[in-house]
């Protein structure tokens, strides 16, 4: 089926109660689709009366069409929780690295910091402590 069910996002699905004349006894809330809109993306989903109006949409297919569907989306979620995986795996990569680069300069801020003050001390007079 490909890609021929991405147009059923287009239907839209609504409530209704059957008019009187169509319903014995009980109105009762009733699912599904408007056959006149159906037939503008769909025109093989509906059925058609004597003068070529749309009469009743064929439900019976719809279940097919939305298991591609529904297929579909399952595969979108697999490959995209895929990578969601591999993205947490190199963001847990760049953070040690990231750790390791702070260790590393961390240190050699300390040394560097030990240098100058040692420097500092042999500049600085007797007696004094170089600060002024």
Do not use: H, W
């Amino acid at each position: 089926m490909g890609d021929s069910t991405a147009a059923l996002m287009k239907l839209r699905p609504v409530t209704f109660v059957y008019k009187p004349e169509y319903a014995n006894g009980e109105r009762a809330l009733q699912y599904g689709l408007i056959a006149e809109e159906v037939a503008k993306v769909y025109p093989e989903l509906v059925a058609y009366d004597k003068d070529g109006q749309p009469y009743s949409v064929r439900y019976q297919y719809l279940s097919t069409m939305l298991l591609n569907e529904v297929q579909k989306q399952y595969r979108r979620a697999e490959a995209e929780a895929e990578q969601i995986k591999t993205q947490q795996q190199e963001i847990e990569t760049l953070r040690q690295q990231l750790q390791l680069q702070d260790a590393s300069l961390q240190e050699r801020l300390s040394r560097l910091e030990k240098l100058v003050r040692v420097n500092t001390a042999e500049v600085a007079p007797e007696g004094t402590s170089g600060a002024q």
